[in-house]
C-alpha cells in the first residue's frame, strides 16, 4: 500500500494505492491519525487506484472519521470507491458514516 | 481440493488471497465472486492469527479449496485456540458512529460474503472452519 498527499486550501486530499488488509492496516490507520493530529482534520481519501480492503482498513476509517469529527467541520470523506470495496463496505453497514463522492475534486469541493 | 500451508502471519495474506482467487477463477468463478471469496478468506485468516494464534509466533493456517457438487468450498484449519465465529456478537450496524462497535466486523462480512459457514473444533488438536460459495 501506498499513500500520496497533496494539499489544497480547505483539506487534503490522500490518495489510496494498492491493498488495505490486516498487514496494511497499521500503516494506513498511522497516516490518518497523524494527519487529524496535526490539524488535518478535513480529509478526502481518494481511492481510484485501491485495488482491496479488508475490514481492517475499514476500521482504521471509522477511527479516523471518530477522531476527525471531533473538530469544528472536521469529517472524512470517500472519493472514486471501486465498486467492489463499495459492496462490502455496503454490506458491514458503514456507508451511512461516510460521504461518498463519484471523484476526488467533487468530494475537494463539498469543504 | 488443492491444499497448501501458510505461516498465520498478516504478511502472507496477500498469497493466501492469491491462492483461494486463482481456484476461485479455475472452478468457474470471476469478478465479483472472485473478490468477496478473496476477502471472506482473508477475514478467516485474519481472525485465526489474531485470536487463534494470539501471541504465538510459529503458527500454521492449512487451506483447502476445491469445487464439489457445485459448491466451491474453502477450508481453513488451524491448531490454536479454539473460536467458534457462530458465537461471535453482530456488530450494531444501526448504531452511530460514536456507538459502532470496531470487533466482529471481518466474522459478520465473511457469513453476508458466503452461502454456507460451518466450524468444527477438535479441543488441543486443530479447529476447521469451511467457507461454501455455491456456483449460481
Same mark, same amino acid.
Given at each position: ?11 487534503? &486530499? ?28 478535513? &480529509? ?33 470523506? &470517500? ?33 | ?5 501458510? =505461516?498465520?502471519?498478516?504478511? !502472507? ?21 472472485? !473478490? ?16 487463534? !494464534? ?24 488451524? !491448531?490454536?485456540?479454539?473460536?467458534? =465465529?457462530?458465537?461471535?456478537?453482530? =456488530? ?30 477438535? =479441543? ?13
Amino acid at each position: 500500500m501506498e499513500i500520496t498527499h497533496q494539499e489544497f486550501k480547505r483539506c487534503d &486530499l490522500f490518495k489510496l494505492i494498492g491493498r488495505i488488509d490486516s498487514a496494511t492496516a497499521p500503516q494506513f490507520a498511522k497516516a490518518l491519525e497523524k494527519a487529524v493530529g496535526s490539524g488535518k482534520y478535513k &480529509l478526502v481519501l481518494d481511492m481510484s487506484e485501491l485495488e482491496y480492503m479488508s475490514s481492517a482498513g475499514f476500521r482504521a476509517l471509522l477511527a479516523a472519521q471518530r477522531a476527525a469529527k471531533k473538530y469544528n467541520r472536521g469529517e472524512v470523506t &470517500l472519493a472514486s470507491m471501486p465498486d467492489r470495496i463499495h459492496e462490502a463496505f455496503d454490506l458491514a453497514g458503514f456507508t451511512e458514516l461516510f460521504k461518498i463522492f463519484d471523484d476526488p475534486l467533487q468530494a475537494v469541493g463539498h469543504f | 481440493m488443492q491444499t497448501l500451508r501458510f =505461516p498465520a502471519r498478516f504478511d !502472507y495474506l496477500d498469497e493466501i488471497r492469491e491462492f483461494v482467487g486463482n481456484s476461485a477463477r479455475q472452478n468457474g468463478f470471476d469478478g465479483k465472486d472472485v !473478490y468477496n471469496i478473496q476477502l471472506a478468506a482473508d477475514e478467516a485468516a485474519s481472525n485465526i492469527i489474531e485470536h487463534a !494464534y494470539k501471541g504465538k509466533a510459529d503458527g500454521e493456517i492449512q487451506i483447502s479449496c476445491g469445487l464439489e457438487a457445485e459448491r466451491f468450498a474453502v477450508v481453513l484449519v488451524d !491448531y490454536g485456540k479454539s473460536f467458534d =465465529p457462530s458465537h461471535a456478537p453482530l =456488530p450494531n450496524l444501526s448504531a452511530d458512529l460514536a456507538k459502532r462497535r470496531i470487533g466482529g466486523l471481518g466474522i459478520f462480512l465473511i457469513y453476508k460474503l458466503m452461502d454456507e459457514v460451518y466450524y468444527q473444533s477438535n =479441543p488441543d488438536k486443530s479447529n476447521t472452519l469451511t467457507l461454501v460459495k455455491r456456483r449460481a
